[in-house]
């Protein structure tokens, strides 16, 4: 479902994005599409649209993670390679290092060889406890 908000400000007029059949988000929105077609996504953690973490490993999470943004993006009618730039939060450095060629595989699973400008930060702690990685993703659609 995508519902149009319009600012009571002097913001322009943006589609925030919610996959129909995913839980409601409290509090933030999982995507918005501005003027310029392009698409800012809140961060996005490994569960699944249901709020349930189905993987425990950090591969897993990062495959369910990306799913997760390309579903957003695919909302407003765009694909992997429209996403421009992606900030990833991991828990733990020393896990991602360690699973690398894992963390790739999941990767080009979902994103396939595309490969937007990142950064990557190790943070102490997630809101959600379980989880071992959010990324945050922008994405500019073509008009």
Do not use: C
């Not at 425990?56 to 993670?65: E, I």
């Amino acid at each position: 479902m995508l519902t149009l908000e319009n600012s009571m400000t002097a913001d322009p007029v943006h589609q925030v994005l919610h996959p129909a059949n995913w839980k409601a988000a409290k509090g933030y929105a999982n995507g918005v599409v501005a003027e310029g077609r392009t698409v800012y996504l809140g961060g996005q953690i490994g569960w699944t649209g249901d709020q349930v973490f189905e993987a425990h490993d950090l591969a897993g999470q990062t495959r369910q993670t990306l799913q997760n943004i390309v579903d957003i993006v695919a909302e407003a009618g765009g694909r992997p390679e429209h996403i421009v730039k992606m900030t990833w939060y991991v828990t733990s450095k020393t896990e991602y290092l360690a699973n690398l060629r894992e963390i790739g595989e999941a990767y080009r699973s979902v994103m396939g060889k595309h490969y937007p400008a990142m950064a990557m930060v190790q943070v102490v702690a997630l809101m959600e406890d379980a989880a071992k990685v959010e990324i945050e993703a922008t994405a500019v659609l073509p008009k």
